[in-house]
C-alpha cells in the first residue's frame, strides 16, 4: 500500500483468524548478535519490513555476510578490528556509511558495533530521525572510548577508526529510551573488558524491551546478571552462534486483536506464545481493562470484545508502543480514559502524544495532553477526516482501529507501516472480509 488509504468499516462484530509475521524487536537483537557471535546463525520467521532490512544491510556494511533465503537468514559474524576481511562495499580507507532510516533499533544497536571495527563509520537517516534523541548513545561510547563527531548530539554522526571499546562501568540516563541500555549490552560481550552498567535516572521506559535483550543475550551463552535493578553486568565472551524461531511481533498483533474489543466481535491471534518478554504480550491485561474477554491456549490468542467498552485508567510506562492503538480503543469507550506514563513516546518516530491529540481533535473527540499522559473522553460519533501518521507506522495501526467505527475515514501515507509490517493493510482487509 502507498499513498492514502481507506480503510474497510466494520457493519458487524469482527470475527477473524490472524497470523501476524516475526517480531521486529526480536528480529533486531538476534542479528545483532549473529553478527557478534563465534560461529554462524540461522533466523527463522524472521519479520521482512523496513527496519530489520535496515539492520541487514548495516551489518551487511560491516562487514558480516547475510544470505536472505525467504524465511530464513543465514549470518556470518562480522569481522573486527585487525581482521584481513575487508567491510562490505568500501574501500580499505574509504568510510562505510549506513542508513538507519527511522529505525531506533539500528541508531541505537549499530553504533557500539560500529566503534569495535576500526573503521570510519557515518551513520544518517530519515530527516526525522536526526531529531530523536542520541545524545546518551554518543556520551557513553565516548566514555567508553569511542572517537566521534556529532554537530548536534544527534544524526548524523561519524564513528572514526581509531575508536576503541575496552568495556568497565558506566552509567547513563536512560529516561528517554529503553535502547539505550540494549544497545550497550548487546555489544558488551566483545568489550574486552565486559560491561558494568548503571541506569542513573528514576527508571527505565518500556522495561520489557531490556527483559527481552538479556534472555537473547542469555540464550546465546553470554553471562549477564542484574545484582540489583538497573545495575547490569556483562561479562566478556562471544555469543554462540543462534539457530531461533521468531516469535510473532505482539505489537502488530495488538492492532488486530484491538479490533475485537473495538466491535464486540472475537479475534484469535495464531502462535501467541505462553511465555515472552515482548511488551505487545501487555495487550492481554490492557484487553481485560476495556472488559474484554482473553483466553491463551495451543492455538494461540483468542480476544472477545464487550457489548460496551469501559474508561480505563492505565499506566503504559512498559509497553508505550502500544499507546496508539489503546488510544483509539479509548477513544471509542464510554467515559473518560487516562493513559499515563508515555511521555517517552515523544521522541519516537514523532511526538505521539502531540500527534494523537491533533488527530483526536479532527474526528471530534475530546483529548488533554499532559507532559506524561493523555486523557481521552470517548465519542458516541466520530467524524470523517483525513488522519495524519506522521511517518510513523502505530499511527496508521491506530487509524485503522478508529476506522472500524468512522465511515469515510481516510489515512494518510499508510505505506508508513512497512516499517514494522509490510502487509498490514492487505491483513487488516482480509480480517474485514466476509468468507476470506
Known amino acids: 500500500m502507498t499513498g492514502d488509504w481507506q480503510p474497510p468499516v466494520a457493519g458487524s462484530a469482527v470475527s477473524a483468524a490472524v497470523a501476524v509475521p516475526g517480531s521486529k524487536s526480536l528480529t533486531n537483537r538476534y542479528l545483532i548478535l549473529a553478527a557478534l557471535a563465534r560461529s554462524s546463525s540461522d533466523l527463522t520467521g524472521w519479520l521482512r519490513s523496513r527496519d530489520t532490512l535496515l539492520m541487514i544491510e548495516a551489518l551487511r556494511r560491516l562487514g558480516a555476510v547475510i544470505d536472505d533465503n525467504g524465511d530464513e537468514l543465514h549470518v556470518e559474524p562480522l569481522p573486527f578490528a585487525g581482521s584481513d576481511a575487508p567491510a562490505h562495499d568500501a574501500g580499505p580507507d574509504s568510510p562505510i556509511t549506513i542508513d538507519c532510516g527511522l529505525a531506533g533499533t539500528v541508531m541505537r544497536f549499530i553504533p557500539p558495533l560500529a566503534a569495535l571495527t576500526g573503521r570510519d563509520i557515518v551513520l544518517d537517516g530519515d530527516e526525522q530521525a536526526r531529531a530523536r534523541p542520541m545524545s546518551v548513545t554518543i556520551d557513553s561510547l565516548r566514555e567508553l572510548g569511542a572517537s566521534i563527531t556529532s554537530a548536534n548530539g544527534t544524526l548524523p554522526m561519524t564513528i572514526h577508526a581509531d575508536s576503541q571499546l575496552r568495556g568497565g562501568h558506566i552509567g547513563i540516563d536512560a529516561s528517554a529510551s529503553s535502547q539505550f541500555v540494549s544497545g550497550l549490552l548487546l555489544a558488551a560481550p566483545v568489550m574486552p573488558l565486559g560491561l558494568e552498567l548503571t541506569n542513573t535516572a528514576d527508571s527505565v521506559p518500556s522495561r520489557t524491551h531490556v527483559d527481552m535483550t538479556i534472555e537473547v543475550l542469555r540464550d546465546a551463552g553470554v553471562d549477564i546478571s542484574e545484582p540489583e535493578p538497573e545495575r547490569w553486568i556483562v561479562e566478556p565472551g562471544l555469543p554462540r552462534g543462534l539457530d531461533v524461531q521468531v516469535e510473532p511481533d505482539l505489537s502488530n498483533a495488538a492492532a488486530f486483536a484491538a479490533a475485537a474489543v473495538a466491535t464486540g466481535g472475537s479475534v484469535t491471534i495464531a502462535k501467541w506464545p505462553a511465555h515472552t518478554t515482548q511488551a505487545g504480550d501487555g495487550f492481554r491485561e490492557i484487553a481485560e481493562a476495556f472488559s474484554a474477554t482473553v483466553r491463551l491456549d495451543r492455538d494461540g490468542l483468542h480476544v472477545q470484545g464487550p457489548e460496551t467498552l469501559t474508561a480505563v485508567d492505565l499506566d503504559l510506562s512498559a509497553v508505550g508502543e502500544l499507546t496508539p492503538v489503546v488510544s483509539a480503543l479509548a477513544a471509542l469507550a464510554e467515559g473518560t480514559s487516562r493513559l499515563r506514563g508515555i511521555g517517552h513516546l515523544r521522541g ?36 470523517p477526516a483525513l488522519w495524519h501518521t506522521y511517518h510513523d507506522h502505530r499511527m496508521v495501526m491506530a487509524g485503522a482501529v478508529l476506522a472500524l467505527r468512522n465511515d469515510g475515514m481516510v489515512i494518510e501515507n499508510a505505506g508508513t507501516v512497512a516499517k514494522t509490517l509490510p502487509a498490514f493493510t492487505q491483513l487488516w482487509e482480509a480480517m474485514l472480509t466476509p468468507g476470506a
Request: proline share 0%; aromatic share 2%.
Open 348 to 383: 519516537h518516530e514523532t511526538d505521539r502524544l502531540a500527534a494523537l491529540t491533533r488527530e483526536y481533535g479532527a474526528i471530534g473527540v475530546d483529548v488533554v495532553e499532559h507532559a506524561d499522559s493523555l486523557t481521552i473522553t470517548g465519542a458516541r460519533q466520530l467524524r
